[in-house]
């Protein structure tokens, strides 16, 4: 069986409430046995602590999403930063699909830049969000040399592979769709030391599964797409990338 890592799993959604315990069995009867939830609003944290808490193999992130600004506080993050399964600082970035206007994005480029600091005065690393905004975030990350995280659903953008020398590249559902072709052909581009499996459940589900609630349980389907398009071995590439996650969130997996 693989033994796989999902790094960007948001197990303290609304859509969980109801059955969290079977969604983490069902991803461990597949080999997905570690999974990170990221934060996007301080108003889940307190769930997501909860469940890594209870759970050993689950780990949380503190940030805040750039869809949800009104929501920062930075004594909060500071406040929950130093728990002992909080990897990184995130999600955070840009995102200008929504909200374009240049008040917002001067707004959204403050923020992000604070979560920057955060995540380099606490040497975490950092959990990025871009949508729409790769011009202006990979201006921003190339400001901090000594940032290291991952570029989270990363959209094939060739821009964002100049950061490879410090940022790993989550693949997830989407690499399944049909109409994800520029992500497909740039899959191959990325260094297998950078590469990492993620759901961004409940969202993106993969095919055959698109619309439908996401789960942990969908990463081998991803690590079967990307292995498939990188012409390597499945077993390959689930350890590669799992060794990728240990390594960048400096993960103790317990048996």
């Known amino acids: 069986m693989l033994d796989l890592v999902d790094t960007h799993c948001h197990l303290d959604h609304a859509h969980y409430l109801a059955d969290v315990c079977q969604v983490l069995d069902n991803a461990k009867e597949v080999g997905v046995n570690t999974a990170i939830i990221p934060a996007a609003s301080p108003k889940d944290l307190g769930r997501a602590i909860a469940l890594c808490e209870s759970h050993p193999n689950l780990y949380f992130a503190v940030g805040v999403h750039p869809l949800d600004l009104q929501d920062f506080q930075l004594d909060f993050l500071k406040a929950h930063i130093q728990h002992p399964r909080c990897v990184a600082v995130g999600e955070c970035g840009l995102d200008y699909h929504y909200q374009n206007d ?120 991803i690590a079967e797409k990307l292995a498939q398009v990188r012409q390597m071995d499945v077993q390959e590439l689930a350890h590669s990338t799992t060794h990728n996650a240990q390594t960048l969130f400096n993960l103790k997996v317990y048996p």
């Open 102 to 221: 240049p008040t917002t994005k001067t707004k959204q480029q403050e923020i992000f830049q604070a979560q920057i600091v955060l995540a380099l005065e606490f040497n975490k690393p950092l959990i990025v969000h871009i949508r729409e905004a790769s011009v202006d975030a990979h201006a921003i990350l190339k400001q901090y040399p000594e940032l290291r995280g991952v570029l989270h659903c990363f959209n094939g953008d060739g821009l964002l592979l100049e950061l490879a020398d410090n940022f790993y590249y989550g693949i997830g559902g989407v690499a399944t769709f049909k109409n994800a072709k520029n992500l497909v052909e740039t899959l191959p581009q990325i260094p297998l030391k950078r590469l990492l499996l993620e759901t961004d459940a409940p969202y993106l589900a993969p095919h055959p599964f698109r619309g439908q609630r996401n789960e942990p349980k969908y990463i081998p389907l």
